[in-house]
């Protein structure tokens, strides 16, 4: 069954056609993540490597994130991909870090293992405040880097995903980067986030994401982002291929394992928001709702605005509100935008 389809079809086309041109969508959707100037211009206080793409290890990127601070990358001037040997997990001391990868660093997970890690209110990375899931700091932030092929399967902590990043508290800024082939488990009612999960943030601030590129993620739900209780503001950023691949939704179907929505995006929560603007969401799919976006507010106070952006060819094989979309909360605004 599709829900909702006679409806969405009607709606195919939401306010005005999307503009094409120097602004238009084309040249956002065909572009990854641009190695434009960094938000974090500054002198590192951690550089990895010496010059040679050999000195770019990923015992150095572990020592480096658990240090903090700025992290730069001295790889060589050519594109590098550092096999990550295990999880670089941020200590919960550090007021911010930051990886810039200066457009030129890939970090691969080889299909083994999560690549970053951040979570404040796990202990072994130290407990520095008794509110831990409303903490400013660290403040992390994922700057012109590519995340490759990470894996979270089999995770169990805060109920797993992130299968490239997962990150619980302080706050989440992702700037102008890729994530591609990424996966974790496939089945689960709420687990999800194959590229990225965000658990809590501080005074339920966004995560920001603009200029960022998601492709051909797998997971149970949210295979590009997914993500409890929190709220995302998305810019110039494109969502590609992604699938949500469990069955039996949320809650789980009886005699069935659950998971199945939001193809590139899964949010749950109550006081939810999402804002997609300047972005590109194409051929995303869900075995179950929201081939691009599951959304649902429990207290139905939630809202979800997409301003100036495509939504084309996103799959939903059981059940949707819009084109590609299942929403349920307090409004949706869509300006200027297709969703077909």
């Not at 965000?198 to 994401?209: I, K, N």
């Not at 797998?218 to 998305?234: D, E, P, Q």
Request: contains cysteine; positive net charge; charged residues 20%.
């Amino acid at each position: 069954m599709r829900a909702g389809v006679v409806a969405a079809v009607l709606a195919a086309v939401v306010a005005s056609a999307a503009p094409a041109g120097a602004d238009g969508f084309d040249s956002v959707a065909a572009r990854p993540a641009q190695p434009a100037v960094g938000v974090n211009e500054r002198a590192a206080d951690v550089v990895v490597g010496t010059g040679t793409p050999a000195s770019c290890t990923s015992a150095a990127v572990v020592r480096a994130v658990a240090r903090g601070g700025v992290i730069s990358f001295d790889c060589g001037p050519s594109p590098v991909t550092i096999a990550m040997k295990r999880t670089a997990k941020v200590v919960n001391t550090s007021s911010r870090v930051v990886l810039d990868g200066g457009g030129l660093v890939t970090l691969s997970g080889e299909g083994r293992r999560r690549i970053l890690y951040m979570n404040t209110c796990d202990r072994a990375q130290v407990w520095t405040t008794p509110h831990c899931n409303d903490q400013a700091e660290p403040r992390l932030v994922l700057e012109r880097m590519r995340f490759v092929r990470g894996n979270s399967t089999g995770e169990t902590t805060d109920g797993g995903g992130g299968g490239a990043v997962f990150v619980r508290g302080g706050r989440l800024r992702i700037v102008g980067s890729t994530f591609a082939d990424n996966r974790c488990d496939r089945t689960g009612p709420d687990v999800g986030g194959a590229a990225v999960r965000v658990l809590d943030q501080y005074r339920d601030l966004p995560v920001r994401v603009s200029r960022s590129f998601f492709q051909h993620g797998r997971c149970s739900n949210g295979s590009a982002l997914s993500s409890i209780g929190v709220s995302w503001h998305i810019t110039r950023s494109t969502f590609t291929s992604n699938s949500a691949v469990g069955r039996g939704a949320n809650p789980a179907r009886p005699g069935t394992p659950g998971g199945g929505s939001g193809g590139a995006i899964y949010m749950d929560g109550d006081d939810i928001h999402l804002t997609l603007e300047d972005s590109v969401m194409s051929n995303n799919t869900a075995r179950e709702g929201g081939g691009a976006i599951f959304f649902v507010s429990n207290d139905r106070t939630g809202t979800l605005r997409i301003d100036d952006s495509r939504l084309l060819g996103n799959t939903s094989d059981g059940f949707e509100t819009l084109p590609g979309i299942f929403f349920l909360g307090a409004s949706r605004t869509i300006t200027d935008s297709i969703v077909r």
